[in-house]
T-cell receptor, first 111, second 114 residues
Framework: QKEVEQNSGPLSVPEGAIASLNCTYS??????FFWYRQYSGKSPELIMS????GDKEDGRFTAQLNKASQYVSLLIRDSQPSDSATYLC???????????FGTGTSLTVIP | EPEVTQTPSHQVTQMGQEVILRCVPI?????FYWYRQILGQKVEFLVS????????KSEIFDDQFSVERPDGSNFTLKIRSTKLEDSAMYFC????????????FGNGTRLTVT
């Protein structure tokens, strides 16, 4: 069973702060990692993809991957109230088509 | 930007009835998926479809479920005899290829079984 674990939260940060979201996964052969944002009642929306160890930055978002520790994180700088959502970590092993999702971390940005 | 479209957005049906959920994946994508999300729970994999056949399916995807790509654009999920516990949001997703590209989700169909 391939597991993806996230802190369910809720995580609350003040507006302008850095939000840090964490994810661990069990399958060592996993190669592709994704962060999705899901607003209540809506579908998951892709924020970041990361495939190599290290950091990947896109605007206010930075994804960090450490395959040795089987750990992927998402940092949101200058958090805005509109960032309040559930953030889903997803992992895709190179073997097989299935994406494995964590339970999601609920983030609230307080104005 | 191309997107995955799903219809209907909300479907109400009685227990024991058949429902068909419809999806139009992004046109150049090769892999198609159905996921479901029961209210307040995680996104759960149902089935993946490639080259006109099922490539993977989960334990949830039992004999009550079937998928079809009846033409070059539509991808459908059929539930033959709905149960109360089938009430959930059903998401269709597609991806361009294997080994890296992300999933792109449709807006979902909320299925309510009464």
């Amino acid at each position: 069973q391939k597991e993806v674990e996230q802190n369910s939260g809720p995580l609350s940060v003040p507006e302008g702060a850095i939000a840090s979201l964490n994810c661990t996964y069990s399958d060592r052969v996993s190669q592709s990692f994704f962060w999705y944002r899901q607003y209540s009642g809506k579908s998951p929306e892709l924020i970041m993809s990361i495939y190599s160890n290290g950091d990947k930055e896109d605007g206010r978002f930075t994804a960090q991957l450490n395959k040795a520790s089987q750990y992927v994180s998402l940092l949101i700088r200058d958090s805005q109230p509109s960032d309040s959502a559930t953030y889903l970590c997803a992992v895709n092993p190179n073997t097989g088509n299935q994406f494995y999702f964590g339970t999601g971390t609920s983030l609230t940005v307080i104005p | 930007e191309p997107e995955v479209t799903q219809t209907p957005s909300h479907q109400v049906t009685q227990m024991g009835q058949e429902v068909i959920l419809r999806c139009v994946p992004i046109s150049n994508h090769l892999y198609f998926y159905w996921y479901r999300q029961i209210l307040g729970q995680k996104v759960e994999f149902l089935v993946s479809f490639y080259n006109n056949e099922i490539s993977e399916k989960s334990e949830i995807f039992d004999d009550q479920f079937s998928v079809e790509r009846p033409d070059g654009s539509n991808f459908t999920l059929k539930i033959r005899s709905t149960k109360l516990e089938d009430s959930a949001m059903y998401f269709c997703a597609s991806r361009e290829g294997q080994g890296g590209p992300p999933l792109h989700f449709g807006n979902g169909t909320r299925l309510t079984v009464t």
